[in-house]
């Protein structure tokens, strides 16, 4: 078991930017992959951003691409998502996930273990 607990969130005006944090506990985050979501009211959950376990691969939602940064501490178990140049369409929460299967990252069903997930409200 994985336990993922999201920190960081919170309200910023347009333009602003927040770093989030997930932390992980139980079993380290050895060999998992690690991916960000986020789901607005009414909306799908949408793909942000993954990181394989190695680093070496990363990949962007077309939507957020150029302004966020996903990142990686392994041996502190902790994945970051850096957020810049925020609009109000960022506004929703974000949760962060645990996969085995990077050649997935885009189908949340192939993520093993979520977090509670966190708010971002960008206010205009």
């Known amino acids: 078991q994985v336990q993922l607990v999201e920190s960081g969130g919170g309200l910023v005006q347009a333009g602003g930017s927040l770093r989030l944090s997930c932390a992980g506990s139980?079993?380290?985050?050895?060999?998992?992959?690690m991916g960000w979501f986020r789901q607005a009211p009414g909306k799908e959950r949408e793909f942000v951003a993954a990181?394989?376990?190695?680093?070496?691969?990363?990949h962007y939602g077309d939507s957020v691409k150029g302004r966020f940064t996903i990142s990686r501490d392994n041996a502190k178990n902790t994945v970051y998502l850096q957020m810049n140049s925020l609009k109000p369409e960022d506004t929703a929460v974000y949760y962060c996930?645990?996969?085995?299967?990077?050649?997935?990252?885009?189908?949340?069903?192939?993520?093993?273990?979520w977090g509670q997930g966190t708010q971002v409200t960008v206010s205009s």
């Open positions: 139980g079993r380290t985050f050895s060999g998992f992959a």
């Open positions: 996930a645990a996969t085995h299967y990077y050649s997935d990252y885009l189908d949340p069903s192939e993520y093993e273990y």
């Open positions: 990181k394989s376990w190695s680093g070496i691969n990363t």
